[in-house]
């Protein structure tokens, strides 16, 4: 079921980078299971023209070995750009204060995966590549994303997989063993971790996904997310023309 899973994914991804006009494909690679099997899959789309993207930005060094080791276990060519200092000049142009590891400011922490996303559009532009994005699911359901930034790309290649889906696509891609057991954390700060931040677990939101069904406390934090974030999951509203 998972081997023609990847047979059909590949195909879609050089369907709709060929319809384009593109003639291949840039993914970040952040050293966690999405992103991970999205190069895969990449890599078996276009084998000659994929390119990885290392982006650490006051991460957590582990992250940067984790993506440079998918990188090399799927022969993905890769370019690594460290993007503090852009980022220092964005935290000291609003704060006036050196950046804090630790933290959770989201109006400063989310200045990274837009400082990620212009990087990856500009060398896609370079290469006449599409930027090829790495939500799953679950995170669309409830907008576990930055808008803008992580979920500023041209396709979505795993978009219709729940968290637990993706694990599985990763054994078939044969994504390291590490990288799948890794917590989910889309690195927005020090010891940053998805569930944590969301405050369920991607097993609960899978769950909910599937069948409706959750402990009260469960679903209402889930629903809660999805009515908060709505916006994220559409294009701008445009008013109607007036007469």
Known sequence: MMKD???KLTLWIQQEIQKAGARGAV???SGGIDSSCVAALCKRAFPNDVLGVIMPCYSHPQDAQDAKLVA????????EVVLNEPFDWFVHRFTGQDYDLHSCDLAIANIKPRLRMTTLYYLANRHNFLVVGTGNRAEL???HYTKYGDGGVDLLPIANLLKYQVKELALELGIPQRIIDKAPSAGLWFGHCDEQEMGVTYKDLDHYILTGEAPDSVKKIIQTLEKKRYHKRHMPPIPSTFK
């Not at 090399?72 to 370019?79: D, F, G, N």
């Open 5 to 7: 899973l990847v047979d």
């Open 141 to 143: 359901v409830v907008g």
């Open 72 to 79: 090399e276990t799927l022969s993905v060519p890769y370019e």
């Open 27 to 29: 993914v970040g690679l």
